[in-house]
């Protein structure tokens, strides 16, 4: 082979070379990150669908669901609101037999369409009338949830206990038929 045909196919070859290493950092390293990019944001719309498709199915579940929350959520009145659950307090702890020490009730406001209720309870009674006092509260229609539980004894034998409860309950602030859709 002649020096000059030699130089020419050198040269071919590193401008070959060249390119390829241009052509894969240019074009198919770009190319291969927007194809996973692309990939990725298909599974996740996939997900999206399914995700909508079962929200779909248990449409009716759901609407049942949150007109039994709505309409047992607490007055967006606060003082008939607060009447409300020490009047439903009252009453459970007349029931289990629960002697109720003290409320301290406290408004929160979390947002422009809901308040949340806090309310501190402290209870006394036997092991019996205090399980039977967090029963009613658990499965009462109220729209009311236990944050926290105490349980102390009060007397030396550890008969009479006391109770200090931490309850939530959630008023809405807007008519259930706006937040419908």
Sequence with gaps: MKIENRQQFLIV???IAFALLVGNSVIYNPLAKLWTARSKQITG???????GKLLIQRE????????GMSANALPANTSQAAQQVIN???NWSRASGTEV???MP???NDSTNYMT????VEAAGTLGNLSQFIYNIEKG?????????????????????????????????????????
């Design 13 to 15: 070859l590193t401008a």
């Design 45 to 51: 719309l996939k997900q999206q669908v399914k995700s």
């Design 60 to 67: 009716q579940e759901l609407r049942a669901k949150w007109s």
């Design 88 to 90: 439903a307090l009252d």
């Design 101 to 103: 020490t003290s409320i």
């Design 106 to 108: 406290q408004w929160k």
């Design 117 to 120: 209720f806090n309310c501190r």
């Design 141 to 181: 229609p109220m729209a009311l949830k236990l944050d926290s539980v105490e349980l102390g004894a009060h007397s030396d034998d550890g008969q009479q206990l006391t109770l200090g409860l931490q309850i939530s309950g959630l008023s809405l602030l807007q008519p259930a038929a706006q937040l419908k859709r």
